[in-house]
């Protein structure tokens, strides 16, 4: 099975390449562009058999190390299998 | 006083710190490789700067499973003297012995420079030689050193004492333009709740010597030499050492 991982700055946390993405989509003429925010995308192949064993494996993983719970917010995917 | 500094994949502060430490103040140094769980009977740990597992993920995320990590968190537990210094700050933060976390910069560039830093809490085993309000210059060298934690946890911080150092300017004020990285309160260095653990952006291991950068560096270490020295204080740690 396919876990696709999207790890997000936390909300209230500075993120200077967002506000930075930001200011570059407004002068180029992208008016009413905010909140951006920029993250991580990973994906990884899991032997799992079922769907929710594939969920929790994912959840421990973003827990202990996709993702700092102290800065940043993750939710994930699964895909393949039953 | 016996030290002891790990050396991680990617560690390039190890050497100035094991120099600083045996050459130019005397001390007995050991480098611990990462992968040994062995604190060799050191009494402080240090976690020098650098970019550990190519600072891949986050900075320090991959370094704090390293084997050794496990037992610089049971001699923390019991009470040991840790000092981790840039990438070892960040390896201590997300080993969760430090609260926060180190993000980008605000500027997103890499900054290499002196800055200013007063001391806040001087009643801690890694600024016990320095006075509350003295300004030590160091250098900085980092990509992600902007301060992060909770506004809750913050406050709580501030009480407690554990905001250690801050960004200031020559004058001594933490002013937005003398905040290098845009750290949350300008906070350069801070401790976890028991004061044993103690992390820092700023390098003290390259400011040890009045030739080469100014000599405020000292301070740190030979506040842990001086905290050490106080026989309870060693006996505490020796119950943790192993």
Known sequence: ?82 | MKWGVIRFPGSLDDFDAVYGLRDVLGQDVTALWHKDESLQGAECIVLPGGFSYGDHLRCGAIARFSPIMKSVAKFAADGGLVIGICNGFQILTEAHLLPGALTRNRTLSFICDRVHLRVENAKTPFTCTTRAGDILAMPIKHGEGCYVAPEKELLQMEERGQIVLRYVDAKGDATDAANPNGSMRSIAGVANERFNVFGLMPHPEHALEAMLFGADGRKIFESIIAFQSVPEHRGQMRAGAK
């Open chain 1, 1 to 82: 099975m396919q876990v696709k991982v999207f790890v997000t700055p936390r909300k209230g946390i500075l993120d200077p390449q967002g506000r930075t993405v930001e200011h570059a989509l407004a002068s180029l003429g992208f008016a009413g562009v905010s909140e951006v925010k920029i993250g991580r995308y990973i994906t990884l192949n899991i032997d799992a058999k079922t769907p929710d064993e594939a969920r929790a494996a994912a959840s421990k993983m973003c827990e202990q190390l996709l993702a700092n719970p102290n800065i940043e917010d993750f939710r994930f995917e699964i895909e393949g299998g039953a």
